[in-house]
């Protein structure tokens, strides 16, 4: 039951309402009430949990980056190894095919100037044998004199009377 006055003062309206229905009323309105902060209470558990599902989704990709990273770090790593062992072992095959050059060419050479050496002995034989066959008619003695150069041998022979 209500009772509403007027704002002039001379009305009076006397409403009269069964206990049964303002119950009612409240119940709904309790409801509607309890809906509506449910419904707050849901919103602000999704807001949460969305903002905690997206903190976990940035770690995840922070730490996948992280992996990533470090597989890279350690893949360049990995690489640069190899190729610093390659180009040592090129650098040492290099400096093994100079030397093994450099020798070869040492013995040509030494086997050049040894063949040269061995004509000039034996054309030294040959001079001696025919000298000594001839030394009792002349009293002259040989004198030699040998250079030896990186290219070549050099041989001279000289024949002086006394």
Same mark, same amino acid.
């Given at each position: ?38 419904? +707050? &209470?849901?919103? #602000? !558990?999704?807001?949460?949990? $969305? ?5 976990? =989704?940035?770690?995840?990709? @922070? ?21 610093? +062992? &390659?180009?040592? #072992? !090129?650098?040492?095959?290099? $400096? ?5 050059? =450099?020798?070869?060419?040492? @013995? ?31 009293? $002259? ?5 040998? =250079? ?15």
């Amino acid at each position: 039951m209500g009772v509403r006055f007027c704002t002039k003062g001379r009305l009076i309206v006397i409403v009269v309402e069964d206990v049964e229905e303002v119950v009612e009323r409240k119940l709904v309105r309790k409801k509607k009430n309890r809906e509506k902060h449910l419904r +707050r &209470k849901v919103n #602000a !558990a999704v807001q949460i949990q $969305a903002w905690w599902r997206g903190t976990l =989704v940035r770690r995840t990709l @922070l730490h996948a980056a992280l992996r990533a990273w470090i597989i890279q770090c350690w893949w360049r790593l990995t690489v640069s190894r190899l190729v610093e +062992r &390659k180009r040592r #072992a !090129a650098l040492i095959d290099y $400096a093994k095919t100079q030397r093994a050059v =450099v020798k070869l060419q040492s @013995l040509v050479r030494m086997w050049r100037v040894h063949w040269r050496y061995r004509q000039v002995r034996n054309a030294i034989y040959v001079i001696q044998c025919h000298w000594q066959c001839h030394n009792c008619q002349t009293c $002259a003695f040989l004198r030699g004199h040998c =250079v030896v150069t990186a290219t070549h041998l050099q041989f001279h022979i000289e024949i002086v009377n006394n």
